[in-house]
Nanobody, 125 residues
Framework: QVQLVESGGGLVQAGGSLRLSCAASGRTFSSYAMGWFRQAPGKEREFVAAISWSGGSTHYADSVKGRFTISRDNARNTVYLQMNSLKPEDTAVYYC??????????????????WGQGTQVTVSS
């Protein structure tokens, strides 16, 4: 069982940066691949980034590649999403999610069994 709590969202101007954090409870955090997803009003939840349990493998949606960086600190039970060069189209509620697997990661929403409550990111033009 994993409980996830996101933080770090807010209002930022286009071109600015934010760093999201996702703190996980439980002693088995390092057994989970982690993902970040986002959902804008009227749209489906979409994949943003994922990272394997070791941090050795990462993957990004094309829309954020080169601007966002996912990382994790297993000693702190925390995963991060550094977001640079933000655009108005990045505005959404951002969710972190956990998927228990030994290798790799998944980008499929339905594969993740644990979700945080979300944090709002608003980028003004």
């Amino acid at each position: 069982q994993v409980q996830l709590v996101e933080s770090g969202g807010g209002l930022v101007q286009a071109g600015g940066s934010l760093r999201l954090s996702c703190a996980a409870s439980g002693r088995t955090f390092s057994s989970y691949a982690m993902g970040w997803f986002r959902q804008a009003p009227g749209k489906e939840r979409e994949f943003v980034a994922a990272i394997s349990w070791s941090g050795g493998s990462t993957h990004y949606a094309d829309s954020v590649k080169g601007r966002f960086t996912i990382s994790r600190d297993n000693a702190r039970n925390t995963v991060y999403l550094q977001m640079n060069s933000l655009k108005p189209e990045d505005t959404a509620v951002y969710y972190c999610a956990a998927d228990r697997r030994e290798e790799g990661f998944t980008i499929v929403v339905g594969d993740y069994g644990y979700w945080g409550q979300g944090t709002q990111v608003t980028v003004s033009s």
